[in-house]
């Protein structure tokens, strides 16, 4: 790595004891959530920011997770651009770099640990800001996006997307899937969250001072053989053994009885040959 990692490095050492402290994050990075993590790409959870980034862009990925979404903005920027990559979690940004390195983009990524909430950045230092899935995790999404702002540059993009879990549809009806997603929303709501973050995401940003906000939705659909039983094996791993699976019993919202139930229901509703399961996501495109 060339000095500027180096520094970034250094940086997260420096940090990485308080980063994150007020952050939420209900799933954590059991390797069934890393599953669907690493699945994720520019083209099919960032299209809506692909027609702002230009050669020679800096960029950063707030919440980068395993940085398969991080190693193509490196791409889209090339040759001149640089992200800097920042999670809360030090595992995880030692899984993107690992990732990073494979693509041999390396010397266009640094890394770092972060709290989106106070970012160790100065004013007006990236072209784009991006976060992706990052906002129904966090304590306070106005406050993480008034910083976002703030390392913009006037003229710059900050964009974010996130689900909507109220706005999940599937087929067939499934006993127990309901239960699992009211589940799902008590405890990411204990947790500090807000998981149908997706139609608050306009509105947050008004709050956060932007006044040229560019709002869509996109969805992920899972529709055959294939995706049905890969979407439905990682949430009932998810359910089980995640740090999600932690939280729901010792928080006390429900048994291990309970999680099974729910995992139980994945797998009836994975095998079916009509499954289609649909997650709708929102997104914000914010002039700074």
Known sequence: MDATNDAANDAENATGESAGETAVYTHGH????????RWRTARNSAAYLIGELRPGMAVLDVGCGPGTITADLA?????????TAVDAARDVLAQARAHVQERGLDDAVTFAVADVHALDFPDDSFDVVHAHQVLQHV??????????RRVCRPGGVVAARDADYAAMTWYPATPGLDAWLDLYRRVARANGGEPDAGRHLRAWARQAGFTDVTSSATAWCFATPEETAWWSALWADRTKASAYADIAVHGGHATAAD???????????????DAWFSVLNAEILCRA
């Open 30 to 37: 059991h390797e069934s959530v890393l599953r669907s993590h």
């Open 75 to 83: 791409e889209l920027v090339a040759p001149g651009g640089r992200v």
């Open 139 to 148: 304590g306070d999404p106005v406050r993480a996006l008034r910083e976002m």
């Open 259 to 273: 999680l099974d139930a729910a995992a139980n229901a994945w797998h009836t509703w994975g095998t079916s040959p």
